[in-house]
């Protein structure tokens, strides 16, 4: 079976075809870097992530880029008020984001380009456009002629005459439509800038992944993949940029995972129920979160609730229960037993299940359900009187495989690193601060059962490993 993959353009799953063969390159826009990346955003990492591992592990190999958007209305505004200059604000939350995301076991982009280092490929491109009458300029500023592109709403699937519908011209706005979109702004009264042909200024959004997918992936790339809410108007306007100027597909499959609700309302500003994902990671394991999202296709909607999170916790920590005693009875089996490869024969059912359910458009939440049968049946061998070790290690085997295609971590026995350690004991001082003593109380326990010796001194709170 191929790799079946829902894709937004068309509205259909379709089978999977590289441009080159046996190699994906994959585009997935990036965060705006102006704060600490809330838990919507954590969404399309994790599930990108996901399926660049699982493209790899069928045998791909995968150029895979995504984005930062670091210089923005949002990043300025929030520079002026904090007394910062962009720059600086840009590079302080990318290396939080970075922090976050490694947390959560997410493979770093061949390459993380930013608007910033781009620039010169920016303006190249919207030269191009102007000298093909796609674009025009205007006050300073610099607008693409949306009626041009005969497709475009093509990703949407909207007309222009239904798009326009409600469109309007806000001040200071010089368009010939209201549905055209800017491609370079003019810098205001003390902003940041850089020199253009048509004054100093700054691009526009969407020209920015347009310009990027362009410099390091080609015209038309395999997979452009974002959060639901990118895919009108950032990706229809990306599209049509990108093939005004190429004269060719953008990209063959756009992918774009599903919103996330917080107690079942809407993640909003107006609602005030953002969850910080810097915050979330200071009371729960990320890899607990991690699980957690992908419990649900990607594409459907997640609802998150603190009951929901302890669950996939405990779930998760089930599933490691079950490959610790595996590793167990493996140090201590001294007779080979029997039916090996009765046993070998079923558990190759497993991993070929797996890989049955992550074909049909990357479905981790069958896929999960896959490994919570893999450790029901391990379980069942954990209780022979004899075991094999051969069949030991088979089971451990898939998990492992599973484990490293979802980026969980299913082992228990590995030891703490020095830096994880004291990550642990910088989150238990915050909480006996906070004076959230029972999440004191568990840090400090896991600490203890992974050998962790915790003194207090007058200098603060060292550690040292059990010897």
């Given at each position: 079976m191929n790799i079946q993959i829902y894709n937004t353009l068309t509205r259909k799953k379709e089978p999977f075809k590289s441009i080159d063969e046996g190699k994906v390159k994959m585009y997935v826009c990036g965060p705006t870097v102006y704060n600490y990346i809330h838990i919507g955003n954590a969404r399309p990492p994790i599930v990108f992530d996901t399926v660049r591992r699982y493209l790899e592990y069928r045998g791909y190999d995968v150029h895979f880029v995504s984005n930062?958007?670091?210089?923005?209305?949002?990043?300025?505004?929030?520079?002026?008020?904090?007394?910062?200059?962009?720059?600086?604000?840009?590079?302080?939350?990318?290396?939080?984001?970075?922090?976050?995301?490694?947390?959560?076991?997410?493979?770093?982009?061949?390459?993380?380009?930013?608007?910033?280092?781009?620039?010169?490929?920016?303006?190249q491109f919207v030269e191009m456009l102007v000298e093909k009458e796609y674009a025009y300029a205007s006050g300073g500023d610099v607008y693409f002629r949306t009626k041009k592109f005969k497709d475009y709403g093509k990703l949407s699937q909207q007309s222009i005459?239904?798009?326009?519908?409600?469109?309007?011209?806000?001040?200071?706005?010089?368009?010939?439509?209201?549905?055209?979109f800017v491609l370079w702004k003019a810098a205001k009264e003390g902003e940041i800038y850089w020199d253009s042909p048509w004054g100093k200024g700054r691009p526009g959004w969407h020209i920015e992944c347009s310009a990027m997918v362009k410099k390091y992936l080609g015209n038309t790339i395999d997979i452009h993949a974002g959060g639901q809410d990118l895919s009108f108007p950032h990706h229809e306007n990306e599209i049509a940029q990108s093939e005004a100027l190429n004269e060719a597909p953008m990209a063959n499959y756009w992918m774009h995972n599903g919103y996330i609700n917080i107690n079942n309302e809407k993640m909003s500003k107006s609602l005030g129920n953002f969850i910080m994902l810097h915050d979330l990671l200071k009371k729960y394991d990320p890899q607990a979160f991690r699980f957690f999202m992908l419990n649900v296709h990607y594409r459907h909607p997640i609802n998150f609730t603190d009951e929901l999170l302890d669950s996939a916790k405990v779930s998760l920590e089930r599933i490691r229960t079950t490959v610790g005693n595996l590793e167990h009875r493996i140090e201590h089996s001294v007779d080979l037993g029997t039916n090996e490869e009765d046993w070998k024969k079923k558990i190759k059912h497993f991993r070929n299940q797996f890989i049955i359910e992550m074909d049909d458009d990357f479905n981790t939440s069958n896929a999960i359900a896959v490994l919570f049968d893999l450790a029901k049946e391990a379980n069942l061998y954990l209780q022979e009187k004899n075991t094999n070790v051969n069949v030991l290690n088979s089971f451990i085997a898939v998990f492992d495989e599973v484990g490293n295609v979802l980026g969980l971590q299913l082992k228990t026995e590995q030891e703490l690193l020095d830096e994880e350690v004291d990550q642990l004991i910088s989150q238990r001082n915050e909480a006996r601060r906070q004076k959230n003593y029972q999440l004191a109380d568990e840090i400090r326990d896991k600490l203890q059962n992974e050998g962790i010796l915790l003194e207090d001194t007058p200098q603060g709170i060292r550690w040292k490993r059990k010897s």
């Amino acid at each position: 079976m191929n790799i079946q993959i829902y894709n937004t353009l068309t509205r259909k799953k379709e089978p999977f075809k590289s441009i080159d063969e046996g190699k994906v390159k994959m585009y997935v826009c990036g965060p705006t870097v102006y704060n600490y990346i809330h838990i919507g955003n954590a969404r399309p990492p994790i599930v990108f992530d996901t399926v660049r591992r699982y493209l790899e592990y069928r045998g791909y190999d995968v150029h895979f880029v995504s984005n930062f958007t670091d210089v923005d209305d949002k990043i300025i505004k929030a520079a002026n008020e904090l007394g910062e200059d962009v720059p600086t604000l840009a590079e302080r939350f990318i290396t939080a984001y970075h922090e976050d995301v490694t947390a959560l076991n997410i493979n770093r982009a061949d390459q993380h380009p930013r608007v910033t280092e781009t620039m010169n490929d920016i303006i190249q491109f919207v030269e191009m456009l102007v000298e093909k009458e796609y674009a025009y300029a205007s006050g300073g500023d610099v607008y693409f002629r949306t009626k041009k592109f005969k497709d475009y709403g093509k990703l949407s699937q909207q007309s222009i005459d239904e798009l326009r519908v409600g469109a309007r011209i806000q001040v200071g706005e010089h368009k010939e439509d209201p549905l055209d979109f800017v491609l370079w702004k003019a810098a205001k009264e003390g902003e940041i800038y850089w020199d253009s042909p048509w004054g100093k200024g700054r691009p526009g959004w969407h020209i920015e992944c347009s310009a990027m997918v362009k410099k390091y992936l080609g015209n038309t790339i395999d997979i452009h993949a974002g959060g639901q809410d990118l895919s009108f108007p950032h990706h229809e306007n990306e599209i049509a940029q990108s093939e005004a100027l190429n004269e060719a597909p953008m990209a063959n499959y756009w992918m774009h995972n599903g919103y996330i609700n917080i107690n079942n309302e809407k993640m909003s500003k107006s609602l005030g129920n953002f969850i910080m994902l810097h915050d979330l990671l200071k009371k729960y394991d990320p890899q607990a979160f991690r699980f957690f999202m992908l419990n649900v296709h990607y594409r459907h909607p997640i609802n998150f609730t603190d009951e929901l999170l302890d669950s996939a916790k405990v779930s998760l920590e089930r599933i490691r229960t079950t490959v610790g005693n595996l590793e167990h009875r493996i140090e201590h089996s001294v007779d080979l037993g029997t039916n090996e490869e009765d046993w070998k024969k079923k558990i190759k059912h497993f991993r070929n299940q797996f890989i049955i359910e992550m074909d049909d458009d990357f479905n981790t939440s069958n896929a999960i359900a896959v490994l919570f049968d893999l450790a029901k049946e391990a379980n069942l061998y954990l209780q022979e009187k004899n075991t094999n070790v051969n069949v030991l290690n088979s089971f451990i085997a898939v998990f492992d495989e599973v484990g490293n295609v979802l980026g969980l971590q299913l082992k228990t026995e590995q030891e703490l690193l020095d830096e994880e350690v004291d990550q642990l004991i910088s989150q238990r001082n915050e909480a006996r601060r906070q004076k959230n003593y029972q999440l004191a109380d568990e840090i400090r326990d896991k600490l203890q059962n992974e050998g962790i010796l915790l003194e207090d001194t007058p200098q603060g709170i060292r550690w040292k490993r059990k010897s």
